[in-house]
């Protein structure tokens, strides 16, 4: 069952379907734990809010780092099909030990288990992250440029499919949590990943299987192969008329890739990686070509695709140390507000995040049937406007997110002192939870364009078989951006408690939380600039025989 036959004639959204399923599964799983997460740390666990949202941010970190490892053993050993399927059959035994962790565990032992539960989770998620959406992806073609549209177009209805999971996994998972009971969630969660595997398995016989495994090499070897060769011939002199460049010993000039392989055209950037290529006296006069002195052409500019993202991939990282706060601090500001609606019901802070969700699904839509083709006719472009400009539109979003936040709460700070609730931070302060409204819809909007923009760059412009380990890259943005907010909370907590008034401590009245939100504003300004200097000098893809499109 997990070595079906390959296949080019399957494919397309009959086949993208099913494997939407399990991903759907996954995210409503990861969305009804993630989002109300802070709350059972403090209120079950008896956590400090800060501990607790460093606690929340490093199981997120670590949850987005384990895919690179999960990448690996995607494109070197087990393709993506079979990663798949073990990662979710991991997850789901995750999912029902934390059930177990918050049930029949004794309770001095509870948070050591439930943190154990946690973790296998998050190896779950490092083979489930980087594959699914890649061998999604893999069902459409993309050698015509309404097959690009048609790609493009996927990229935008896949999110769009995760956010709405999103939503009803944080008003109806949340709610479950917070006035029914915490195990029953845990257990709706495993049901729901169960049934996910099942419904994946009823589609293989649709999939159209690329998994393009690279022989005898993982992607980071080849990656420090040509490292290594380019050093080794630093005295190489480039530009001669006489270089003899090595093509490769296959038509393709292909880097141990087993399938159809595309040719890259040759760049000028990061030229010094050229030398890795140039067959010099010692290559000439060898039997058996070194892979770690000579590379082939399109070994090297491989490479250089991995290398030109990295600047990206760091420019991004305070975006998600800010969509960090959405499952912290946001949560705990809506904990001390008025969230009544009616005189019987209160709704529970974390089912605001829902505002995120609606707020990304209607920026999707009207982008996909209304900005993208209206830009279309303006630029000529398939997808309206560049990838980069997208993702460029969400980080400057992200800015105005935190001005917005602190503004916020500098005024729910200003009616706790008014009405003397300063030293009482149990008690509701009088002022409305919609006051939270438009940080929680910049958010959203910030996702919508940020998120899915670096989906599709990280997808497009990595090798084709590193595509599983280019996913990777994109998820562990998120994963070191939590790492980078506990990182400046951490020294936030320092410095503010070295001159003598604390920030972020459990009293949110006294926390000062509106200038942690205005050192958030800064940094993400800072790293705004830094990402337009990077993207006005990035050199896309380049294939051989093909139009360039600037994704």
Same mark, same amino acid.
């Given at each position: 069952m997990l070595s079906p036959q390959r296949t080019l004639s399957r494919g397309g959204w009959n086949a993208a379907i099913f494997i939407i399923f399990v991903e759907v599964a996954e995210r409503f799983a990861y969305y009804g734990l993630a989002g109300n997460l802070i709350m059972y740390l403090t209120n079950e666990l008896h956590q400090p809010t800060a501990t607790a949202a460093k606690n929340v941010n490093m199981w997120i970190g670590l949850s987005s780092l384990f895919p690179i490892l999960g990448a690996i053993v995607a494109d070197s050993y087990l393709g993506r099909f079979k990663t798949i399927i073990y990662s979710t059959c991991i997850y789901f035994l995750g999912m029902v030990m934390l059930c177990l962790s918050a049930s029949v565990v004794p309770r001095h032992y509870?948070?050591?288990?439930?943190?154990?539960?946690?973790?296998?989770?998050?190896?779950?998620?490092?083979?489930?992250?980087?594959?699914?959406?890649?061998?999604?992806?893999?069902?459409?073609?993309?050698?015509?440029?309404?097959?690009?549209?048609?790609?493009?177009?996927?990229?935008?209805?896949?999110? /769009?499919?995760? &956010?709405?999971?999103?939503? !009803? #996994?944080?008003?109806?998972?949340?709610?479950?949590?917070?006035?029914?009971?915490?195990?029953?969630?845990?257990?709706?969660?495993?049901?729901?990943?169960?049934?996910?595997?099942?419904l994946f398995l009823l589609g293989m016989q649709r999939y159209r299987y690329q998994d393009?495994?690279?022989?005898?090499?993982?992607? /980071?070897?080849? &990656?420090?192969?040509?490292? !290594? #060769?380019?050093?080794?011939k630093w005295r190489v002199k480039l530009g001669h008329r006489n270089d003899v460049v090595y093509y490769g010993d296959d038509e393709s000039g292909s880097s141990g890739v087993d399938s159809k392989h595309k040719t890259l055209a040759r760049t000028k950037q990061f030229r010094l990686l050229d030398k890795a290529m140039i067959v010099d006296?010692?290559?000439?006069?060898?039997?058996?070509?070194?892979?770690?002195r000579l590379c082939s052409l399109n070994q090297v500019e491989?490479?250089?695709?991995?290398?030109?993202?990295?600047?990206?991939w760091l420019s991004c990282l305070m975006f998600h140390a800010v969509q960090s706060q959405l499952h912290t601090y946001f949560i705990k500001q809506g904990s001390t507000m008025i969230r009544s609606i009616g005189p019987k019901f209160r709704f529970p802070p974390?089912?605001?995040?829902?505002v995120v969700g609606i707020m990304i699904v209607t920026t999707v839509l009207?982008?996909?049937?209304?900005?993208?083709?209206?830009?279309?006719k303006v630029t000529g472009h398939p997808a309206g406007i560049t990838v980069l400009q997208r993702i460029g539109v969400g980080l400057f979003l992200s800015v105005i997110n935190m001005v917005v936040a602190a503004l916020v709460e500098a005024k729910r700070v200003g009616v706790a002192r008014d009405n003397n609730l300063m030293d009482n931070p149990k008690a509701i302060v009088p002022i409305s939870v919609w006051w939270l409204l438009p940080q929680f819809i910049v958010t959203g909007l910030s996702d919508a364009f940020t998120v899915v923009g670096l989906q599709e760059l990280f997808y497009d412009q990595m090798p084709d078989a590193m595509r599983s380990l280019g996913a990777a890259a994109y998820i562990s943005i998120l994963g070191v951006g939590s790492f980078l907010s506990s990182f400046i909370i951490s020294l936030v907590e320092t410095f503010s408690r070295n001159s003598g008034e604390p920030w972020l401590g459990n009293n949110l009245n006294r926390a000062h939380l509106d200038d942690f939100y205005w050192v958030l504003a800064g940094l993400s300004a800072l790293f705004f600039g830094v990402y337009l200097w990077v993207a006005n000098r990035f050199v896309y893809k380049r294939v051989v025989g093909e139009a360039s499109n600037e994704v």
């Open positions: 509870r948070e050591g288990a439930y943190f154990v539960a946690l973790y296998i989770l998050a190896v779950g998620e490092g083979g489930h992250k980087p594959c699914v959406q890649t061998f999604a992806a893999d069902q459409f073609d993309e050698e015509t440029d309404e097959d690009k549209e048609v790609k493009s177009s996927f990229f935008n209805w896949w999110y /769009l499919a995760i &956010v709405f999971t999103a939503i !009803v #996994a944080t008003l109806g998972i949340i709610y479950i949590q917070d006035d029914v009971s915490w195990v029953l969630s845990y257990g709706v969660l495993a049901g729901i990943i169960a049934a996910g595997l099942v393009n495994l690279l022989v005898g090499a993982s992607p /980071l070897t080849m &990656v420090a192969q040509v490292f !290594v #060769a380019a050093a080794r006296e010692h290559d000439a006069s060898s039997k058996m070509r070194n892979p770690w491989e490479v250089k695709l991995v290398v030109r993202l990295i600047p990206i974390a089912s605001l995040q829902a009207i982008y996909d049937r209304i900005i993208v083709p209206t830009a279309r």
